[in-house]
């Protein structure tokens, strides 16, 4: 409990209008959006079908780059190479570019003049407004924050454990499998949920490579520049009762799926 | 059993530098050195961790340099003991078994084997984070026997645990030495050494400066630096000379030793166990060979029982019971006596 002195008082107000910040807007739209506008929405086709869009999409992106973003992870929080701290600002870099110029970076690659469209070409693929296309845009943005927790959870896992299951007579992807990625998965699962998160809710990237079919952030901003701010705000709070809902789910499915993990790893 | 033939290891400032050790099979191998010295980097160098930059190193006759870890049957028993948190005790004890792809039903036999000899039994199903020091020693202790391994490597193993705990695990270390197994054993403590050893060597700065018996190097360190870890703190730069066909040892403030033996240096260091040392209230009838009247400037207690400290032109270091200290009677500032034989001055070589 903060004690009644200056100092707490102080600390206390700027916290709250931190706080205040975050809250008021939502609140406002919220108390602003009707029940009868908001079951009307729930109901509408085509918002419905542009959350599960976002929803699957991005999830799918998240889990497929997790599999190379894991083991590159694993690799910056032990290894020393050359260019290492290149390859670390290359990491970071998404998250510093304006996301409609990592948009149109994207779509340089995978329209058909691109390398990946190319590729993509010759197997009857046009990544162009494609759920495909659209997931490349949403790693591409929330890839960084996946890569960097997992890298964190990785270094804190003290180097000596993967040495003594060595000597155990453990190949190296087996510690790597027992030792390191089980006690390194809070921090995995934090990244997961936070790229899965912030390629959900990503619009600048994604609106230039496919504004069909419509993700939930492109729909929204299309029915508010068509019809005005009354109709794009009961769709953004469904999106975002939606979005937390998942959000919350993933985080008490990431503690149970540990424990779980934990107890049969255990087992002799 | 194990030879290490000129091993050198860059790492980063710091080298090991033409190691040699040769241990045979059944030896308790102690080397002794400080932090920073290398002794840890050796032992994971023998695990086979880290490969050397040159030299050898042979288990059994087998020239294992180039060999993986787990061709080398050697067993690492960490500092803090690397328990893994995510796996209950037998987890722990199974793993190096599962890592063999042994059958489920011989990893259970062998896991409440050794547990038993261990006696950790108890444990079996607990997780790690709450268990004792003692106990997480014993965890790491049976992980690493479970698969029966030739030469058990030991890193500090009583760093980490109460000093109640230290007999214990001293015990479990001799029982398994006497059936056997050969050990190395590497710590900073030379009580370790006394204690356990049955050959010692000190590491210093990545070079192995002694080797021997824990009495031939406790009794005739080679040089300061082993006698301070033998525990030793009095040392007195002399100049030797003969009078009277005997040799003498002169300290820089005039003082003069009796010496027994011959062939001195002309100038070098001479060390006194403080044990070699005893100290009288009034002048003693008897003769000494050294009889030195000084003032006690510090009473300490020690781990022995008082250390008492007599300014006579050089310092002297003097340890007694708390018994025999009661009986002397003495406090600071008194005078009294020192006396100590001709043979209790040890020369250090190369000093």
Same mark, same amino acid.
């Given at each position: 409990m903060l004690k009644n002195n200056p100092f707490n008082l102080v600390l206390l107000l700027l916290s709250s209008l931190v706080l205040l910040f975050i809250l008021a807007p939502l609140a406002g739209m919220f108390i602003n959006t009707g029940g009868s506008e908001l079951l009307e929405t729930v109901n509408d086709r085509e918002v419905r079908a542009s959350i599960w869009l976002t929803l699957w999409v991005s999830f799918a992106a998240t889990f497929f780059c997790a599999i190379g973003a894991i083991p590159l992870a694993w690799l910056l929080a032990r290894k020393k190479f050359p260019l290492k701290n290149v390859v670390q600002g290359v990491i970071d870099l998404p998250v510093v570019l304006p996301h409609t110029a990592a948009g149109i970076a994207i779509l340089g690659f995978i329209s058909r003049d691109g390398m990946l469209g190319k590729a993509a070409d010759a197997v009857g693929l046009t990544l162009i407004n494609n759920p495909a296309g659209i997931a490349l845009a949403m790693a591409f943005v929330s890839l960084p924050f996946l890569i960097n927790s997992a890298r964190d959870g990785f270094a804190a896992v003290p180097e000596r454990l993967e040495k003594a299951a060595l000597t155990l007579g453990a190949g190296r992807s087996r510690v790597f499998l027992t030792i390191s990625l089980p006690l390194a998965w809070r921090s995995i699962i934090t990244g997961f949920i936070m790229m899965f998160a912030r390629g959900m809710s990503e619009f600048g990237a994604v609106v230039i490579v496919a504004y069909h079919p419509m993700i939930a952030p492109v729909l929204i901003y299309e029915r508010f520049s068509s019809f005005g701010l009354k109709y794009a705000r009961p769709a953004s709070v469904v999106f975002i009762i939606v979005a937390l809902a998942v959000f919350i789910i993933l985080r008490l499915f990431s503690i149970r799926k540990k424990e779980v993990y934990i107890s049969q790893d255990a087992e002799t | 059993m194990l030879k290490l033939r000129n091993i050198n290891k860059k790492l980063g400032n710091f080298a090991l530098s033409d190691i040699c050790i040769d241990i045979r099979k059944g030896e308790y191998y102690v080397l002794l050195g400080r932090s920073g010295s290398g002794k840890t980097q050796l032992l994971e160098l023998i695990a086979g961790l880290n490969c050397p930059d040159s030299g050898e190193i042979w288990i059994d006759s087998v020239?294992?340099?180039? $060999? $993986?870890i787990h061709e080398r049957n050697t067993g690492l028993v960490f500092q803090d003991y690397a328990i893994f948190p995510n796996m209950t005790v037998a987890g722990n004890i199974a793993y190096s078994l599962h890592s063999r792809k042994m059958k489920r039903k011989d990893i259970i036999i062998k896991v409440k084997k050794i547990a038993e000899e261990l006696n950790i039994m108890h444990l079996l199903d607990r997780f790690t984070q709450n268990l004792s020091g003692g106990e997480l020693q014993r965890v790491a202790l049976a992980r690493t026997l479970v698969t029966s391994p030739k030469l058990l490597l030991l890193d500090e193993p009583m760093a980490s645990i109460d000093a109640s705990l230290k007999d214990d695990i001293k015990r479990t270390l001799r029982q398994l030495n006497r059936k056997g197994l050969t050990i190395v054993h590497v710590t900073h403590d030379y009580r370790e050494a006394v204690s356990l050893a049955s050959k010692v060597g000190v590491i210093h700065n990545g070079h192995i400066i002694q080797e021997g018996t824990p009495e031939e190097v406790f009794s005739k360190p080679v040089n300061k630096f082993v006698a301070r870890y033998a525990g030793i703190r009095n040392f007195f730069r002399v100049r030797f000379f003969t009078e009277d066909n005997r040799w003498k040892a002169k300290c820089d403030g005039d003082l003069t030793f009796n010496l027994s033996g011959n062939n001195f240096p002309g100038e070098g260091l001479m060390i006194l166990r403080s044990d070699a040392i005893s100290i009288h209230r009034e002048e003693p009838k008897t003769e000494y060979e050294n009889r030195i009247r000084g003032v006690v400037m510090e009473i300490n207690s020690s781990e022995f029982g008082m250390e008492i400290m007599v300014d006579a032109g050089e310092k002297f270091y003097v340890d007694l019971s708390v018994n025999d200290f009661k009986n002397l009677n003495i406090s600071e500032k008194s005078e009294a006596w020192i006396t100590f034989p001709a043979k209790a001055g040890i020369v250090l070589q190369g000093s």
């Amino acid at each position: 409990m903060l004690k009644n002195n200056p100092f707490n008082l102080v600390l206390l107000l700027l916290s709250s209008l931190v706080l205040l910040f975050i809250l008021a807007p939502l609140a406002g739209m919220f108390i602003n959006t009707g029940g009868s506008e908001l079951l009307e929405t729930v109901n509408d086709r085509e918002v419905r079908a542009s959350i599960w869009l976002t929803l699957w999409v991005s999830f799918a992106a998240t889990f497929f780059c997790a599999i190379g973003a894991i083991p590159l992870a694993w690799l910056l929080a032990r290894k020393k190479f050359p260019l290492k701290n290149v390859v670390q600002g290359v990491i970071d870099l998404p998250v510093v570019l304006p996301h409609t110029a990592a948009g149109i970076a994207i779509l340089g690659f995978i329209s058909r003049d691109g390398m990946l469209g190319k590729a993509a070409d010759a197997v009857g693929l046009t990544l162009i407004n494609n759920p495909a296309g659209i997931a490349l845009a949403m790693a591409f943005v929330s890839l960084p924050f996946l890569i960097n927790s997992a890298r964190d959870g990785f270094a804190a896992v003290p180097e000596r454990l993967e040495k003594a299951a060595l000597t155990l007579g453990a190949g190296r992807s087996r510690v790597f499998l027992t030792i390191s990625l089980p006690l390194a998965w809070r921090s995995i699962i934090t990244g997961f949920i936070m790229m899965f998160a912030r390629g959900m809710s990503e619009f600048g990237a994604v609106v230039i490579v496919a504004y069909h079919p419509m993700i939930a952030p492109v729909l929204i901003y299309e029915r508010f520049s068509s019809f005005g701010l009354k109709y794009a705000r009961p769709a953004s709070v469904v999106f975002i009762i939606v979005a937390l809902a998942v959000f919350i789910i993933l985080r008490l499915f990431s503690i149970r799926k540990k424990e779980v993990y934990i107890s049969q790893d255990a087992e002799t | 059993m194990l030879k290490l033939r000129n091993i050198n290891k860059k790492l980063g400032n710091f080298a090991l530098s033409d190691i040699c050790i040769d241990i045979r099979k059944g030896e308790y191998y102690v080397l002794l050195g400080r932090s920073g010295s290398g002794k840890t980097q050796l032992l994971e160098l023998i695990a086979g961790l880290n490969c050397p930059d040159s030299g050898e190193i042979w288990i059994d006759s087998v020239n294992v340099t180039k $060999r $993986r870890i787990h061709e080398r049957n050697t067993g690492l028993v960490f500092q803090d003991y690397a328990i893994f948190p995510n796996m209950t005790v037998a987890g722990n004890i199974a793993y190096s078994l599962h890592s063999r792809k042994m059958k489920r039903k011989d990893i259970i036999i062998k896991v409440k084997k050794i547990a038993e000899e261990l006696n950790i039994m108890h444990l079996l199903d607990r997780f790690t984070q709450n268990l004792s020091g003692g106990e997480l020693q014993r965890v790491a202790l049976a992980r690493t026997l479970v698969t029966s391994p030739k030469l058990l490597l030991l890193d500090e193993p009583m760093a980490s645990i109460d000093a109640s705990l230290k007999d214990d695990i001293k015990r479990t270390l001799r029982q398994l030495n006497r059936k056997g197994l050969t050990i190395v054993h590497v710590t900073h403590d030379y009580r370790e050494a006394v204690s356990l050893a049955s050959k010692v060597g000190v590491i210093h700065n990545g070079h192995i400066i002694q080797e021997g018996t824990p009495e031939e190097v406790f009794s005739k360190p080679v040089n300061k630096f082993v006698a301070r870890y033998a525990g030793i703190r009095n040392f007195f730069r002399v100049r030797f000379f003969t009078e009277d066909n005997r040799w003498k040892a002169k300290c820089d403030g005039d003082l003069t030793f009796n010496l027994s033996g011959n062939n001195f240096p002309g100038e070098g260091l001479m060390i006194l166990r403080s044990d070699a040392i005893s100290i009288h209230r009034e002048e003693p009838k008897t003769e000494y060979e050294n009889r030195i009247r000084g003032v006690v400037m510090e009473i300490n207690s020690s781990e022995f029982g008082m250390e008492i400290m007599v300014d006579a032109g050089e310092k002297f270091y003097v340890d007694l019971s708390v018994n025999d200290f009661k009986n002397l009677n003495i406090s600071e500032k008194s005078e009294a006596w020192i006396t100590f034989p001709a043979k209790a001055g040890i020369v250090l070589q190369g000093s």
